[in-house]
């Protein structure tokens, strides 16, 4: 009975933070790149994480369909980094509510994935997308051209610099899960 | 080799996807998008009436010469003006040797809710007297939605920012031939004045 209020409170929890975020803050989050890139889209994806923690008997068991579903969570992430797909979530707050439930949804597959799949894959899965958020970043921190319309060049610089410290923490998550899982595996033999 | 499929599948669709949304790897900014899907050049401009800042009516298509055509708007915060101030040097620069005999600049603004024929003529005597064959000129009796069609088709993206003061726009500047086909698009972003001159020159020269 404890375990059902707490979860219910989680889920609510989850519900309102996603409203606030997707709706009345809307407009503080659309107002600069580095928000909008930075805290809005990881804000979406981390509850999609906490989703899934409590909804811990939804599993993807098959490797083959967990790849399929990392695939999937790799090509929203790229889609939403898109230049034009971050103006078009600008002018129009409809489309960027796609992104929302796309990111939430990212989030939430992501862990169901992850609690089954293989070593080999958890450190790939990481790395990619460290390496592809670093790409982004220095891409944006080196352009002189400003991508986005509905931003500016200093906006679209400063974002870049995060992109290149979030890709470096996701190296460095990639190298914990090597090293720790490499350690576990000497330990069993 | 049956579990090879769904990611094989579902990768295929993921790749078609993005394909799609960027015109086949090509278009990742609203701005090249728009300017993809008008369609490849030469093309033939959109018409639409404009009027001028001394309230003459007239056409692109009705020039018989080459005009260069930018698109801006008066409230703009800044880019506007630095393209303009771009076209100020290049007017310069082949005035008279090209302007107005063989090249006329057009200047549009797209703002029809706010700029009016007593605002872009005072834009324009900001940039003194000496500005031969450049006109700054407003749609003339076209509605909001008919002018945005206009503007697809021309290949500019052009939309307000939530909140209303901010235009998000594309900054291209359309060479229109004498047969009224857009022959060259140039970038100011992407490219200095003295390329863009040779380019209008080496078109005008056939």
Not at chain 1, 33 to 51: C, D, E, K, S
Not at chain 2, 31 to 57: C, H, K, M, N
Not at chain 2, 78 to 89: D, F
Not at chain 2, 185 to 196: G, K, L, Q, T, V
Request: charged share 20%; net charge positive.
């Amino acid at each position: 009975m404890h375990k059902r209020i707490k979860d219910s409170a989680l889920l609510l929890t989850i519900g309102v933070l996603f409203f606030v975020f997707s709706f009345p803050m809307n407009d503080w989050f659309s107002l600069t790149m580095p928000r909008h890139q930075v805290l809005q889209l990881p804000a979406m994806f981390t509850l999609g994480i906490a989703l899934a923690i409590l909804f811990k008997k939804v599993n993807i068991h098959a490797i083959s369909w967990g790849i399929a579903v990392l695939i999937m969570v790799m090509t929203s992430l790229i889609f939403w980094m898109l230049p034009r797909s971050i103006d078009l979530t600008i002018v129009y707050p409809w489309f960027n509510r796609v992104m929302h439930v796309t990111m939430l949804m990212a989030g939430f597959f992501t862990i169901t994935v992850w609690r089954n799949i293989i070593f080999e894959i958890k450190i790939t899965f990481p790395g990619m997308v460290a390496a592809m958020v670093l790409a982004t970043g220095l891409a944006l921190r080196t352009f002189t051209i400003l991508l986005c319309s509905s931003f500016t060049l200093e906006q679209q610089k400063e974002t870049g610099l995060y992109l290149i410290v979030i890709g470096f923490v996701l190296f460095v998550f990639m190298l914990t899960i090597l090293f720790r899982e490499l350690g576990r595996a000497k330990k069993e033999e | 080799m049956k579990k090879i499929l769904p990611p094989l599948l579902v990768l295929a669709v993921c790749v078609a996807i993005l394909w799609k949304w960027t015109y086949g790897f090509s278009a990742f900014t609203v701005f090249s998008y728009t300017l993809r899907e008008a369609g490849a050049i030469p093309r033939i401009f959109p018409d639409a009436a404009l009027i001028d800042q001394d309230s003459s009516v007239f056409h692109i298509k009705d020039k018989q010469k080459y005009v260069l055509v930018n698109f801006v708007y008066l409230n703009c915060p800044y880019v506007c003006h630095k393209v303009n101030n771009r076209l100020e040097e290049i007017d310069k620069a082949i005035s008279p040797e090209i302007i107005p005999s063989q090249l006329e600049l057009v200047t549009v603004s797209f703002d029809v809710g706010n700029d009016n024929i007593r605002k872009i003529k005072n834009y324009r005597n900001r940039f003194g007297s000496d500005i031969h064959g450049w006109s700054f000129a407003l749609p003339h009796q076209t509605s909001q939605s008919e002018f945005d069609t206009f503007l697809l088709r021309a290949g500019i993206w052009a939309k307000a920012a939530p909140g209303g003061s901010i235009i998000n726009h594309s900054i291209y500047l359309f060479l229109v031939s004498p047969e009224n086909k857009i022959v060259k698009i140039f970038d100011p972003a992407r490219e200095d004045d003295a390329s863009i001159i040779e380019k209008i020159r080496s078109c005008i020269k056939g």
